[in-house]
């Protein structure tokens, strides 16, 4: 079993769609991130949840939405992107936001915006 | 400007030839420096964290090593399942915050039979 589960691997969506991802970690952690990974650009944190608040929002556009119901699931709700916010998007986990621990990554789930 | 920058951009090596991949950084402060491998398609699994110049750590035929201004992956007589790309990253507390790493672009490694 993976620390770090992502649903779905791939998804199509068109612009005017609603979906969502989900991510669940099995490790016992207390944060989870999203990030987003471009064609060369490095890794841009989107948000930090710790202990189900969260902590961290990095000027992401609101048609992005996470929800972080309890410590091991963390949700991002898509609706109306653009073509541009195609990418894979990557969960994350790590036992505390503010201290010297590692940050352990799910498969991604790769996002196709047409 | 806290930076991290990962040279070369790509390396192509032979099966058994030995090689190193670097990491420079210009962050006050380092709180913790991490090497990931990223499979195409996939996230990036966790590799190694140092914490202070003169530390090493090794896994295999990896072996990374950090200073005050960069970091090294050594890959010693690699093969061709060593192909990735690796990633650095930094955590310094002058990004805002320590829940922030500034990563590079990665060193893409393929290694030939």
């Known amino acids: 079993e993976t620390g770090v589960t992502q649903t779905p691997r791939h998804l199509v969506m068109g612009m005017t769609n609603k979906k969502s991802l989900k991510c669940e970690q099995h490790?016992?952690?207390?944060?989870m991130y999203w990030y987003k990974q471009s064609a060369k650009k490095p890794l841009e944190l989107m948000f930090v949840y710790s202990l189900e608040e969260r902590v961290e929002n990095n000027s992401v556009p609101s048609r992005f939405s996470p929800e972080c119901p309890n410590s091991s699931h963390l949700f991002l709700h898509l609706h109306t992107l653009q073509p541009e916010d195609s990418a894979l998007y990557l969960c994350?986990?790590?036992?505390?936001?503010?201290?010297?621990?590692?940050?352990?990554f799910g498969e991604g789930s790769w996002l196709t915006v047409v | 400007e806290d930076q991290v920058t990962q040279s070369p951009e790509a390396l192509r090596l032979q099966e058994g030839e030995s090689s190193s991949l670097n990491c420079s950084y210009t962050?006050?402060?380092?709180?913790?420096l991490f090497w990931y491998r990223q499979d195409p398609g996939k996230g990036p699994e966790f590799l190694f964290t140092l914490y202070s110049a003169g530390e090493e750590k090794e896994k295999e035929r990896l072996k990374a090593t950090l200073t005050k201004k960069e970091s090294f992956l050594h890959i010693t007589a690699p093969k061709p399942e060593d192909s990735a790309t690796y990633l650095c990253?930094?955590?310094?507390?002058?990004?805002?915050?320590?829940?922030?790493?500034?990563w590079g672009l990665g060193t893409s490694l393929a290694v030939n039979p």
């Open positions: 994350a986990s790590s036992q505390d936001p503010d201290r010297r621990n590692t940050i352990y």
């Open positions: 962050v006050s402060g380092l709180r913790g």
């Open positions: 990253a930094v955590r310094s507390p002058n990004a805002g915050n320590n829940r922030k790493l500034i």
């Open positions: 490790l016992g952690h207390n944060a």
